[in-house]
């Protein structure tokens, strides 16, 4: 049993709005978010795996909580244009979270994804980073290539959003779990805005037990599969990004999907 509170919070950090329950909790807010506002959820676990909706037009999520809290910054400006113009919109809005069921952890699925993933540190995973995002422009950010949005043929506003790497050789993209998983497949959606992007020919996977792996690409826009020998990891990264001859300089990832199951199995 755990003991969870939802908060809307305002820019000085004051509750507007809270709601408390076990183990499951809803929040229904009346109000237009301002500038500063924030989502919080409290748990009276120190961690744990959790299903939350920070919005009911972004819908349930399942992530993996390393402390007894998340904070989750409504966007607004530059930040929002990477989602849905429906979320976070009107004067009445839906938060809701709970703890998963045990079967929902231990099913074999895409551990990378995480629509809650947000720029900067956090205790909320999978958890995407990179040395570098185009001018530092949301709808290019790391954490785009594990929000779902398969949508690749163009690129910009929602729901075109991917991770830019402005042209740097040495670009480096990093995906956390924040525990130890088990893996065994991989899908990649390389952006596809031909001719404006150019791709991907070969990249090296680096995983965190210290094996390498190099994944031969083709220039398409569907997913690409790769299946992988077992390996218990923590993270892992795309490294040595070897681009096309073709003349367009704009490579950039949609998505990088990652399945497996969980080595560490909830009571």
Known sequence: MAILTLKVLNEKGNTISVSRAEDEVSLVY???YRKGDKVVLESSLSEGFYVVS????LGEELVYLSKGIFTFFVPFEEQRICYSPKLFS??????TARLAWKEEVTAY???????????????????AVANVETRGESVFAAKNAIDGIKE??????????SWGINQRKDA???????????????RIYLRADFPHDNWWKQVTVHFSDGSLLEW????????????????KVEWLQLENLVQSEEPSPFPALTQLEVYGVETIIPS
């Open 30 to 32: 009346t109000g237009a």
């Open 54 to 57: 920070v919005d009911d037009a």
């Open 90 to 95: 009107g004067e009445k809005h839906l938060i």
């Open 109 to 127: 699925r895409n551990l990378a994804r995480n629509r809650l993933d947000q720029h900067g540190e956090t205790n909320c995973y999978p958890h």
């Open 152 to 161: 690749n043929r163009s690129h910009g506003e929602w729901p075109y959003g």
């Open 172 to 186: 480096v993209w990093r995906l956390e779990f924040g525990r130890q998983v088990e893996i065994d497949k991989l």
């Open 216 to 231: 031969r690409l083709m220039k398409t826009g569907r997913g690409q599969s790769l299946e992988i020998e077992k390996r």
